[in-house]
C-alpha cells in the first residue's frame, strides 16, 4: 500500500463548480498536511498547509484534515479556468526532511 | 531574483553520458532536495541535505549522487545515465525540516536516449 493514495483523475468541471480534491494516507505519525498546485511545465507551488485536524481557509480555498479517518481535502468554491492544474497533497512528520506526495490530480476547469 | 533557479532547462542524453542537474537558491534555505516526478508516480525524493556538508538517501537514490559544499547551491550527478532516468527533476528548499514549507524550481527536463 503506497503511503499516500490521490486519485489521479482528470476531473473535469464547470465554471464556478465546488471542487474537492481527495488523498488518503497511511502513517498515523503524519502531522503536517500540504496541498501544492502545479501548472503544465512549471515546478508545484505550496498552496495551503495544514497541521493536525481542522480546517483552513484561505480565499477560494479551504483545506480539510481529518486525522481519525487519514483524509485530507481541499475544497476549491467558485472554481475557475485560471484553476485548471494538478493537484497534489503532501504529508510530513516531525524530526523529518521528507514530504510524501500523493500522484496528483489533474483538474480541468471549463468556461 | 528570490527563488530557485534550474539548470539546463531540458538536455537530451546518450546513456552512458555523466550529467550533473544544478540547483542554486538564494534564499538562504538550511534543507535541499530532489525530486524526480514521473507520469503515474508523481514526486519521489531521490537526495536531500539538512544542511551544508550533509546529504542523505531519499527514496529513489541508486544511480545519483549529490554534494552540498555550501548553503546555495546542491548539484545532482548521473554518473552513467540510462534511459530509466528519463524524468522531470525538480529541486527544492526549506528553511528546516518537514514542518517547513518546501519551494520547488522550475525544473529539469532530461531525456536520455
Known amino acids: 500500500q503506497k503511503e499516500v493514495e490521490q486519485d489521479p483523475g482528470p476531473l473535469s468541471v464547470p465554471e464556478g463548480a465546488i471542487v474537492s480534491l481527495n488523498c488518503t494516507y497511511s502513517?498515523?505519525?503524519?502531522?503536517?498536511f500540504m496541498w501544492y498546485r502545479q501548472y503544465s511545465r512549471k515546478g508545484p507551488e505550496l498552496l495551503m498547509y495544514t497541521y493536525s485536524s481542522g480546517n483552513k481557509e484561505d480565499g477560494r480555498f479551504t483545506a480539510q484534515v481529518d486525522k481519525s479517518s487519514k483524509y485530507i481535502s481541499l475544497f476549491i468554491r467558485d472554481s475557475q479556468p485560471s484553476d485548471s492544474a494538478t493537484y497534489l497533497c503532501a504529508v510530513g512528520a516531525s524530526g523529518t526532511y521528507k514530504y510524501i506526495f500523493g500522484t496528483g490530480t489533474r483538474l480541468k476547469v471549463l468556461a | 531574483i528570490a527563488g530557485i533557479t534550474q539548470a539546463p532547462t531540458s538536455q537530451i542524453l546518450a546513456a552512458g553520458r555523466r550529467m550533473t542537474l544544478r540547483c542554486t537558491q538564494d534564499m538562504r534555505h538550511n534543507a535541499m532536495y530532489w525530486y524526480r516526478q514521473d507520469l503515474g508516480l508523481g514526486l519521489r525524493l531521490i537526495h536531500y541535505s539538512n544542511t551544508a556538508g550533509t546529504t542523505g538517501k531519499g527514496e529513489v537514490p541508486d544511480g545519483y549522487s549529490v554534494s552540498r559544499a555550501n548553503t546555495d547551491d546542491f548539484p545532482l550527478t548521473l554518473a552513467s545515465a540510462v534511459p530509466s532516468q528519463t524524468s522531470v527533476y525538480f529541486c527544492?528548499?526549506?528553511?528546516?525540516?518537514?514542518?517547513?514549507?518546501?519551494?520547488f524550481g522550475p525544473g529539469t527536463r532530461l531525456t536520455v536516449l
Open positions: 527544492a528548499s526549506s528553511v528546516g525540516g518537514a514542518t517547513d514549507t518546501q519551494y
Open positions: 502513517n498515523s505519525a503524519f502531522q503536517y
